[in-house]
């Protein structure tokens, strides 16, 4: 775990509510690696991806049917210089 994943579980939460997540997923510190995991996925598939919708599809790949859709689809714009955010 990363500095600040360490730093969360060492306080012990009941709950961990994710920026996003799907219905019925656990709401427990998984959800601190499972953020962590695609995060550290994200950035080595933006690495290789030739643009977003190559970044886009190797996430989805990756992580399949994680319910991420608009959220991944403006996120990969946004990495890749394609889009603009704010």
């Keep these: 775990m990363g500095c600040q994943s360490r730093q969360i579980a060492a ?18 510190l998984t959800a601190v690696e499972h953020t962590k995991k695609y995060l550290l996925a994200f950035e080595e598939e933006l690495a290789k991806a030739a643009d977003a919708a190559a970044l886009k599809a190797a996430m989805e790949a990756r ?18 210089g394609e889009m603009k955010w704010g």
Excluded: C, E, T, Y
């Design 11 to 28: 306080r012990k939460p009941a709950v961990v509510v994710p920026g996003h997540m799907a219905p019925g997923v656990a709401a427990d």
């Design 63 to 80: 992580f399949p049917n994680l319910g991420m859709g608009v959220a991944l689809d403006i996120g990969s714009k946004v990495a890749k």
